[in-house]
């Protein structure tokens, strides 16, 4: 069984989840944010097998370099962002130096591309690349779990005026590969609250 728990992280409350597998005390993060103090003290006793990137902006890699460097744990990303965990400028966080330090990690140790499947803790995410908020924003899936990003939020969408957003791009993504799912596919965003596949099908006011 594998527990899937959210850690509200850094100035603007970017969700970080943390997958584990109790029976192996292994567990995967995503997206793990400033200020990741809470997400730590959770992991402290945990082998963490993996940090997964949705997209690389700086409020989502804020707990990158502390993490990586406690737990000796890979990084995955999509290619296409592979640069701007280097780049404060590309990853934003020199666009809002009031929002704390410039944000800067060593470069990750894999990609994440379309269609790729990964095993950890005895599951399977498949890697969907969800790009419009953001060029190399990916989507993951598990089971019935989709882990969004910033592409899809409850009665949402991402925002596109940041570097390499297209709106266009967005919503196809979000139709032509988010929306195919079941609609009991829960979605664990970004920001904000969880929420459905079906429910935002039928009620979302953005696509």
């Given at each position: 069984?594998?527990?899937?728990?959210?850690?509200?992280?850094?100035?603007?409350?970017?969700?970080?989840?943390?997958l584990s597998n109790p029976e192996t005390?292994?567990?995967?993060?995503?997206?793990?944010g400033m200020n990741p103090k809470s997400?730590?003290?959770?992991?402290?006793?945990?082998?963490?097998?993996?940090?997964?990137?949705?997209?690389?902006?700086?409020?989502?890699?804020?707990?990158?370099?502390?993490?990586?460097?406690?737990?000796?744990?890979?990084?995955?990303?999509?290619?296409?962002?592979?640069?701007?965990?280097?780049?404060?400028?590309?990853?934003?966080?020199?666009?809002?130096?009031?929002?704390?330090?410039?944000?800067?990690?060593?470069?990750?140790?894999?990609?994440?591309?379309?269609?790729?499947?990964?095993?950890?803790?005895?599951?399977?995410?498949?890697?969907?690349?969800?790009?419009?908020?953001?060029?190399?924003?990916?989507?993951?899936?598990?089971?019935?779990?989709?882990?969004?990003?910033?592409?899809?939020?409850?009665?949402?969408?991402?925002?596109?005026?940041?570097?390499?957003?297209?709106?266009?791009?967005?919503?196809?993504?979000?139709?032509?590969?988010?929306?195919?799912?079941?609609?009991?596919?829960?979605?664990?965003?970004?920001?904000?609250?969880k929420t459905t596949i079906g429910f935002?099908?039928?009620?979302?006011?953005?696509?």
């Amino acid at each position: 069984m594998i527990n899937i728990q959210s850690f509200v992280l850094g100035p603007v409350q970017t969700n970080a989840y943390l997958l584990s597998n109790p029976e192996t005390n292994q567990g995967i993060i995503i997206d793990p944010g400033m200020n990741p103090k809470s997400l730590i003290k959770k992991i402290a006793d945990m082998d963490i097998v993996a940090i997964l990137l949705t997209h690389a902006h700086f409020d989502h890699i804020g707990g990158v370099d502390e993490i990586r460097k406690l737990k000796g744990c890979p990084v995955y990303i999509h290619d296409l962002e592979a640069d701007w965990l280097t780049n404060p400028k590309k990853n934003g966080s020199a666009r809002w130096p009031e929002l704390g330090t410039l944000v800067e990690t060593d470069p990750a140790e894999f990609a994440l591309d379309e269609g790729q499947v990964l095993e950890f803790l005895g599951i399977k995410l498949k890697v969907f690349h969800t790009p419009g908020h953001s060029p190399g924003s990916v989507s993951l899936l598990y089971d019935k779990h989709l882990f969004s990003g910033d592409v899809l939020f409850k009665l949402s969408v991402g925002r596109t005026d940041l570097l390499g957003g297209d709106n266009n791009t967005l919503l196809d993504s979000i139709q032509d590969k988010l929306f195919l799912l079941d609609d009991d596919v829960i979605v664990y965003s970004g920001h904000g609250a969880k929420t459905t596949i079906g429910f935002e099908r039928e009620n979302n006011p953005y696509v």
